[in-house]
């Protein structure tokens, strides 16, 4: 079972309308990562989070805005996106020493109408 | 671009071992070579990492060729719950930063 959580599981959202994905992970780890999965691409990763600090955000849209409170939790907010939006959002966590073994949630499935 | 190159898919019978190979000739001397999979309808799951030598696990078994341009990814006996895709990663590691990146990975199918 995984230490990872991530709510909803499943969201449907118009192009105007504003979500959040909420990820929380109960291993005490201190790095957050957000990836997308989408059919036809592998994973990507979106944002890293060390030690409540963004490191990493790999050339994402401002449509999408990570938030991570503490080192527990993280977030993506989600406004005004496009149908090809549309993917698995998969949240991960790891210690920072090894950052190699990450643990990934089962992902939110996003369908944008 | 993924710096790494798999198969896209294999198959295996149930209980028999399996050997999931990768190319990555363009790896460093001091990347690690790390293995993840995902099972159906979950997130990806670590399942070993190494350098030079080989490993071995609970889950699976990590060859590393001498040159290190490939390696491969042993199941010792397949089983149903096995049936995944099998992702050989490249992982980079910097200041603040740490990268997995995935490939198309292999999807392996487990037939009873």
């Known amino acids: 079972e995984t230490g990872v959580t991530q709510t909803p599981r499943h969201l449907v959202m118009g192009m105007t309308n504003k979500k959040s994905l909420k990820c929380e992970q109960h291993l005490g780890h201190n790095a957050m990562y957000w990836y997308k999965q989408s059919a036809k691409k592998p994973l990507e990763l979106m944002f890293v989070y060390n030690f409540k600090e963004q490191t990493e955000n790999n050339s994402v849209p401002s449509r999408f805005s990570p938030e991570c409170p503490n080192s527990s939790h993280l977030f993506l907010h989600l406004h005004t996106l496009q149908p090809e939006d549309s993917a698995l959002y998969l949240c991960?966590?790891?210690?920072?020493?090894?950052?190699?073994?990450?643990?990934f949630g089962p992902g939110t499935r996003l369908t944008v109408t | 671009d993924a710096k790494t190159t798999q198969p896209n898919s294999m198959e295996s019978n149930e209980e028999e071992p399996v050997h999931l190979p990768c190319n990555h000739s363009t790896i460093s001397g001091t990347d690690y070579i790390h293995w993840y999979r995902q099972l159906p309808s979950q997130g990806p799951e670590y399942v070993i990492h190494g350098l030079t030598s080989n490993v071995n696990n609970r889950m699976a078994s990590l060859a590393i060729a001498e040159d290190r341009k490939s390696s491969t990814l042993i199941l010792h006996r397949a089983t149903l719950r096995d049936a995944a895709v099998y992702y050989c990663i490249d992982f980079i590691s910097g200041a603040g930063s740490y990268q997995l990146t995935f490939g198309k990975g292999t999807k392996l199918s487990v037939i009873p």
């Open positions: 991960a966590s790891s210690s920072r020493d090894r950052a190699y073994e990450q643990y």
